[in-house]
């Protein structure tokens, strides 16, 4: 499929994910993205837009954040980041697909499995657990711009209420969206081609987001996210067999 009809698609979907289920903008995006350009300019393309869709999410539930009970995490993503972009920047494409479509299906399946949410109980209930977890996080965030599924997974053990998972999880996005996107502008993997893209193709994305409001309001986030799990597996197969 062109370039030109894929993006569009891609990004309203990714935007429909998000705005419905909460979380997944990149889970969606850069698998698919990563199929019709490479990794590199997958991640460049789709960056500033996900800064975008997640700055709103945090402003929207920032009464709910508390940076205390979660700086142990923050410190291990701030450690993990270099890491994660100094990868992204030096490994070959072939080694970024392969790695990115076995993560796609580890957190899937330790999002969707009990065994998964026991797993980060346990991680989150010590500092070097919280802080592992977010080394792990900041690591993926860098490397290939999907830090999300680790704090998910520790938040949903951690939150007292949902009002605090998403004021934590939008304000740490953002946290870790902003320093990774300077750590990849400084590496020199920003172009004027693909931000003029990413403003180009942004109308999709505002779609996206009001069609996943609408469809909140009327059908069941459990059969939406276990359609995008389906989406993300096949995504992950995908980018194997194409490595």
Known sequence: MPFEIAAPLILGLAAFTFSFAGFGFPWVALPLLSLVIPVKDAVVFHYPIMLAVVAYHAWRFRAHLSWRRHWPMLAGAAVGMPLGVWVLLNLPETGLKKGLAIF?????????????????GRLTGSVWGAG???????????????GGPPAVLYMVAKAEKPEEMKGFLGAYFCFIGVVVGALLAMGGLFTWHWLKMSVYYSPA???????????????SS??????????????AVLLWTGA
């Open 104 to 120: 796609i299906v580890l957190s899937v399946i330790a999002l969707s499995l009990d065994w998964g949410r026991r797993l980060a």
């Open 132 to 146: 592992i977890t977010g080394l792990i996080s900041g690591w993926m965030q860098g490397a290939y711009a999907i």
């Open 205 to 219: 994305v505002v779609v996206g987001m009001l069609l996943g409001a609408w469809a909140f309001r009327r059908a």
């Open 222 to 235: 459990l059969w939406f996210k276990r359609m995008v799990f389906c989406l993300l597996l096949a995504a």
